[in-house]
T-cell receptor, first 114, second 111 residues
Framework: GAGVSQSPRYKVAKRGQDVALRCDPI?????LFWYQQALGQGPEFLTY????????KSGLPSDRFFAERPEGSVSTLKIQRTQQEDSAVYLC????????????FGSGTQLSVL | QQQVKQSPQSLIVQKGGISIINCAYE??????FPWYQQFPGKGPALLIA?????SEKKEGRFTISFNKSAKQFSLHIMDSQPGDSATYFC??????????FGKGTMLLVSP
């Protein structure tokens, strides 16, 4: 597609529910990143894929967070047993090459946990 | 985010004025210094970036100034326009690290 696509755009979950957030990166982009952005803050790194390999998951806040990119294109971020503190915008970004190159961001999924 | 400090947190500039946003970093291994622009409801988008081999880069109304010894770089927006109203993030990094974003500067350009 023309840009990075994320779905759903908005997600409301009850505390304790599991959620899955999808990211369609730009076709041909090798690298894919997930970021979490709290209101009024800068994006914070969660995890990084190069093709299907998850090379860095140091930013995932707990073992309730899990990300995958099984075929090296579409990625899913799953949050199990959601908590109120998980409420944030989850941003996906892709880049043609490695970590330091220009990132193209999607518009994000705004998650609200009630 | 402790590695990167942005200032000011917010900025109001009159149309036609100059907006200046600063970023200080700690990691001397950083070798790529971008500024990202984010509008409400959108993801950040790369605005302009500089490598440490030059001290200044200009693209249209946007200029990055880089001071390696002070470990600082800044974004200058000349002839600021209401359409420039957005949040700006610095995100220095090296080729072996992921972007570390500052906390952002909310710019409002008044008509």
């Amino acid at each position: 597609g023309a840009g990075v696509s994320q779905s759903p755009r908005y997600k409301v979950a009850k505390r304790g529910q599991d959620v899955a957030l999808r990211c369609d990166p730009i076709s041909g982009h090798v690298s894919l990143f997930w970021y979490q952005q709290a209101l009024g803050q800068g994006p914070e790194f969660l995890t990084y894929f190069q093709n299907e390999a998850q090379l860095d998951k140091s930013g995932l806040p707990s073992d309730r967070f899990f990300a995958e990119r099984p075929e090296g294109s579409v990625s899913t971020l799953k949050i199990q047993r959601t908590q109120q503190e998980d409420s944030a915008v989850y941003l996906c970004a892709s880049s043609l090459g490695g970590r330091g190159e220009k990132l193209f961001f999607g518009s994000g999924t705004q998650l609200s946990v009630l | 985010q402790q590695q990167v400090k942005q200032s000011p947190q917010s900025l109001i500039v009159q149309k036609g004025g100059i907006s200046i946003i600063n970023c200080a970093y700690e990691n001397t291994a950083f070798d790529y210094f971008p500024w990202y622009q984010q509008f409400p409801g959108k993801g950040p988008a790369l605005l302009i970036a500089i490598r440490p081999d030059v001290s200044e880069k200009k693209e249209g109304r946007f200029t990055i100034s880089f001071n390696k010894s002070a470990k600082q770089f800044s974004l200058h927006i000349m002839d600021s326009q209401p359409g420039d109203s957005a949040t700006y993030f610095c995100a220095p990094n090296s080729g072996y690290s992921t972007l570390t974003f500052g906390k952002g500067t909310m710019l409002l350009v008044s008509p």
